[in-house]
């Protein structure tokens, strides 16, 4: 598992991908304020370092996990494969299919597979998202 301060990546810029591991935090070891320290532990590991890689890890860890206990699922709604976070809401009749749903409100008759839902308000003018019902749609690259 990794645990960083977020000042860690202020010098990244914005939407370009790095690698944690061999590169950041091998370029701080040197520096005094890197404040890096290591645990050895010799349970599994599974990696979720992308949306489809946390979909797959949290269906492995609980096979029969249900969508979210905090979350609101309506009466007629279709999950497969999701994950569903605490305090969403998904409304009637909607149809989501391997999707990660955040902190969001899904209207009834939303469809959405092989999405991360987030809320629309956080979404850039460049990312690649499709927005929809105060939803933006980021695809999970499979």
């Known amino acids: 598992m990794q645990i960083a301060s977020a000042s860690v990546f202020d010098a990244l810029p914005d939407g370009v991908p790095a690698e944690t591991i ?26 979720v370092g992308t949306p489809a890689d946390y979909l797959t890890a949290a ?9 979210g206990d905090r979350a609101a699922i309506a009466p007629g709604a279709r999950l497969r494969d999701c994950i569903v976070w605490p305090g969403a809401m998904v409304g009637e009749h909607a149809a ?24 629309a308000s956080v979404c850039r003018d460049d990312d690649r998202a499709t927005v929809s019902g105060g939803i933006a749609c980021f695809q999970i690259d499979r």
């Open 22 to 47: 061999h590169g950041i935090y091998r370029t701080a070891e040197g520096s005094a304020r890197a404040g890096l320290h290591a645990h050895r532990v010799s349970s599994r590991f599974i990696d």
């Open 59 to 67: 269906k492995a860890i609980d096979d029969e996990a249900s969508p």
């Open 96 to 119: 989501l299919h391997r999707c990660v749903v955040t902190n969001v409100t899904v209207p009834a008759g939303f469809k959405a597979q092989d999405a991360v839902l987030v809320p």
